[in-house]
């Protein structure tokens, strides 16, 4: 070992140390959503045996979840326990979590302003020129897709104010509510994944509010894509089956004859029903995949910047394998992807995100870390964001029981997971 490797290694425990202590200090993420549920039937007065009934699964199980013995990434298995002990879904996943880094804390000093832009009364006399308004729009969906959050959240409490009082404005009335369909539609989207779900969903109706005054099919379609987007993370039963029938429905009202906009939103809400399809199990949901992948071989650009592509086709086919049952068979699909054909770190995240959650089911923990690995470097807050991800992880180091790879310890301290296992002494 050359004295150059060994001052690496120095530095990378150094590191690591630093970020132990710093976990340490601000409290590591010790509980799970086990410990949530359980905490939540306490205060309901319910049994186990009670809960366990209310959601069909067995007495044992509900112990083994409460325990931090099974984990809950199940969206259904999710929904099911929130259902029954009268919270929400994200109650029990502890969202919105605080933030770790600078592109959380971007996202969460950005919520107030977010929801004061839709709020405000914007100044009468500064008209916001038009040009400018749309290529913030432009750069806000870009941003999203990046990941880039520092610059989605500088760009879009003042795109939304702004794309308002266009919409509001006697002249350019049209041009301005499709500024605010792209501008609310980026936002109801750019906030969910972190646990925003209320906000999201005022910006989505915000959206098909703006569609339905505008009258155009595609703002209308984009709208409606949104919608079903906070439906089906509503965390209810009522709401994925409402995600499904509104971007089924929204799809065949749109149709497919058209240019690049039209297939790149029909093409996306059958990728979305084919998503909810298989979350409550029913629906056609291979059906919707092919109506994507034909609509995805036909579109040669990409205007509201949602990478629809065959390689996003094939990433949503991971997706969906991981709700419909067969959550072993993502990393089938995923070798299908054409990697070279990725073009944002969204999309790249979630590939590997959902690939992860694949080899875990099917017993690969070795490959389900540096999955997960891999979601880190397309996009840590990406990462840190998908409560199924700090279920399955924690899963794994408590399994482990002191006995985890460096790797596993690495993935544990960067979702902000002790990876000394915190719960050592647990029965």
């Known amino acids: 070992m050359t004295a150059r490797t060994v001052l690496a290694t120095r530095q990378s425990v150094r590191e690591l140390a630093e970020r132990l202590t710093t976990l340490v200090r601000e409290g590591t993420m010790s509980d799970y959503i086990g410990r949530r549920v359980a905490e939540w039937r ?3 007065g319910m049994s186990q045996q009670d809960l366990a009934t209310a959601v069909g699964v067995s007495h044992a199980y509900i112990s083994m979840i409460e325990r931090g013995k099974r984990p ?42 977010l929801r004061g832009a839709l709020d405000d009364d914007p100044d009468p006399d500064q008209l916001p020129d038009m040009a400018d308004v749309a290529a913030r729009a432009d750069q806000a969906a870009a941003a999203r897709m990046a ?9 879009l409490p003042g795109l939304v104010a702004d794309a308002r009082q266009l919409a509001n404005a006697n002249a350019g009335a049209d041009r301005g509510l499709a500024l605010l369909v792209r501008a609310t539609v980026t936002a109801a989207l750019a906030v969910k994944p972190f646990g925003y779900v209320d906000l999201s ?50 799809a065949e009202h749109l149709g497919d004859d ?35 992948a034909g609509a995805a071989q036909r579109a040669a650009s990409d205007p509201w910047r949602m990478e629809f592509s065959p390689a996003n086709v094939g990433i949503w ?19 299908h992807v054409d990697r070279s054909r990725i073009r944002t770190a969204n999309r790249r995240c979630r590939l590997h995100i959902d690939t992860g959650r694949g080899w875990y089911a099917a017993g690969d923990q070795t490959r389900a870390v540096r999955s997960f690995l891999e979601a ?19 899963q794994m180091v408590r399994d482990s029981r002191r006995r985890g790879s460096t790797e596993l310890r690495d993935l544990a301290t960067r979702l902000g997971i002790d990876p000394l296992d915190p719960d050592r002494d647990a029965t």
């Open 42 to 44: 306490g205060i309901s």
């Open 72 to 113: 809950v990434a199940k969206r259904d298995l999710l929904i099911a326990l929130a259902s029954a002990l009268r919270v929400s879904a994200t109650v029990l996943t502890g969202q919105p979590t605080p933030p770790r880094s600078s592109d959380d804390l971007a996202v969460y000093a950005a919520v107030p302003a």
């Open 147 to 155: 990941c880039d959050y520092p610059t989605l959240a500088q760009i």
């Open 201 to 250: 969903a005022r910006y989505a109706e915000r959206a098909q509010l703006a569609a339905a005054r505008l009258g155009h099919p595609v703002e209308i379609a984009a709208a409606e894509f949104a919608g079903a987007q906070v439906a089906l993370a509503s965390g209810t039963a009522g709401g994925r089956r409402r995600s499904l029938t509104t971007a089924a429905a929204a």
């Open 258 to 292: 058209g240019g690049d906009d039209v297939l790149t939103w029909y093409g996306m809400l059958h990728l979305h029903a084919a998503l909810s399809a298989a979350s409550l199990g029913a629906g056609d949901v291979d059906g919707h995949l092919a109506e994507a």
């Open 317 to 335: 086919r991971v997706g969906v394998a991981v709700e419909n049952g067969e959550p072993d068979r993502a990393p089938l699909h995923a070798r």
């Open 376 to 394: 880190d470097a397309a996009s840590p807050a990406e990462l840190r964001s998908r409560p199924s991800v700090h279920e399955l992880v924690g």
